[in-house]
C-alpha cells in the first residue's frame, strides 16, 4: 500500500516536532527513550532525521527496534546500512555522537529482544502481528 502524500507530510511534520522536543531534552514518547537518528538517504544522498525510541545494551550502546516499512524494514534501517559510516545520534540535549551499526543475529538479538519486550511489551504484541522478524540493531559510538 503506497503512502499519500497526506501521510508523509504529517509523518515529517510529527518527527519535525518530536525532534525540537528531543534537542531541548524531553526525549521520551510513550514511556519510552528517544533519540534522533542521522542517517544519509541511500538514493537520494540527502540527510534524514528520524526519531526512534532506544533501549540500553546494558553498556554503552543503544538499541534500537526496526519495526514497520514497506517490505519489513523501515527507511531508516535501509538509509543506515546503505551509509553506515555516515550515521550519528542526538540524545536529549546533546551533540551529534558518531556511531557504528551491527544488526545483531542469533543469540546476541534473542538476548536483545527478551530485554526489550520486558521494558516494552507492546513491541512483543507488534512482532506477533507481523510475518516479518524485526530487526535489532545496536549502535555503539565509533
Known amino acids: 500500500m503506497a503512502t499519500s502524500g497526506f501521510s508523509r507530510w504529517m509523518q515529517h511534520k510529527m518527527n519535525a516536532r518530536m525532534n525540537r522536543k528531543i534537542r531541548k531534552g524531553k526525549g521520551e514518547f510513550m514511556g519510552m527513550d528517544v533519540l534522533i537518528l542521522h542517517t544519509v538517504g541511500r538514493r537520494s544522498g540527502e540527510p534524514r532525521q528520524t526519531p526512534i525510541s532506544w533501549f540500553s545494551d546494558g553498556g554503552e550502546g543503544w538499541l534500537l527496534v526496526a519495526s514497520g516499512g514497506q517490505g519489513g524494514d523501515p527507511d531508516w534501517q535501509r538509509n543506515l546500512m ?8 542526538e540524545l536529549p540535549a546533546s551533540t551529534p555522537t558518531p556511531v557504528r551499526p551491527q544488526v ?3 543469540q546476541e538479538r534473542a538476548a536483545a529482544w527478551a530485554s526489550i519486550t520486558v521494558a516494552q511489551p507492546r513491541y512483543a504484541k507488534y512482532q506477533d502481528k507481523s510475518e516479518h522478524e524485526y ?8
Open 104 to 106: 545483531l543475529r542469533g
Open 135 to 142: 530487526a535489532v540493531v545496536r549502535l555503539t559510538a565509533r
Open 82 to 89: 546503505a551509509n553506515p559510516d555516515r550515521a550519528t545520534i
